[in-house]
């Protein structure tokens, strides 16, 4: 049972344009919902995060988007850099759970120079 | 560098094998998590640990155990592998395993069952 989809595998960007990851979830008692990014060869590392009680967040480059009504939220980052290159997963915790993250399966961002 | 330490990076081994996992946190950090990902998944919870006791379970096998010794490393022990077991581990670790506290992971092990 995928509570957390996300259903782009992947997604290519020209460097400074904007990158828009998506991401569904099913559970609408989620209560924070977070970003990892993951280079080759390296653990996840996390981005940002948003409660379930804000619909926006912004950190930099960094802007998390959520959506409660449709389930969906996504990741803006502007301008795109070729650094930015890299696996990105959408979490999601419920707060009874405890600190279980909830991940989806990554979308591969590829941003061209 | 997260400062979570994970050994091996890769480890290669035979159906109905047994092998340990081994994971050093965080300076400083209590709990420790264990998460594996299989080819095109995203990473599944499978255990986690707060200062040598069991908190929370995710779906984990029968076949697998862990623990978190009193200098707060961790070991997961697969046991009975079987072909499906090959994936990536991640060990986390957080400083007291509360709700939407920070996660830093390891590199991973690179289980291949053969």
């Known amino acids: 049972d995928q509570q957390v989809k996300q259903n782009s595998p992947s997604l290519s960007v020209q460097e400074g344009r904007i990158s828009i990851l998506n991401c569904d979830y099913t559970?609408?008692?989620?209560?924070?919902f977070l970003w990892y990014k993951k280079y080759p060869a390296e653990g996840p590392t996390f981005l940002i995060s948003?409660?379930?009680?804000?619909d926006k967040n912004e950190d930099g480059r960094f802007t998390v988007f959520l959506n409660k009504s449709a389930k969906h939220l996504s990741l803006h980052i502007v301008p795109s850099q070729p650094g930015d290159s890299a696996v990105y997963f959408c979490?999601?915790?419920?707060?009874?759970?405890?600190?279980?993250?909830?991940f989806g399966a990554g979308t591969i961002l590829r941003v061209k120079s | 560098d997260s400062g979570v330490t994970q050994t091996p990076k890769h480890l290669i081994t035979a159906t109905g094998q047994r092998v340990t996992l081994r994971c050093s946190p965080r300076?400083?950090?209590?709990?420790v998590y264990w998460y594996q990902q299989s080819l095109d998944q995203g990473l599944q919870f499978l255990i986690q640990?707060?200062?040598?006791?069991?908190?929370a379970k995710g779906n984990i096998l029968e076949r697998f155990s862990a623990q978190q010794f009193p200098d707060l490393h961790s070991e997961l022990n697969l046991s009975s592998l079987e072909l499906g077991d090959s994936a990536l581990y991640f060990c986390?670790?957080?400083?007291?395993?509360?709700?939407?506290?920070?996660?830093?992971f390891g590199s991973g092990t690179q289980l291949s069952v053969l």
């Open positions: 640990y707060y200062n040598g006791e069991e908190r």
């Open positions: 559970n609408s008692m989620f209560d924070y």
């Open positions: 948003i409660s379930s009680i804000k």
């Open positions: 300076s400083g950090d209590l709990s």
């Open positions: 979490a999601a915790i419920l707060m009874e759970y405890g600190n279980k993250l909830v």
């Open positions: 986390a670790s957080s400083q007291d395993g509360g709700t939407n506290e920070k996660l830093f």
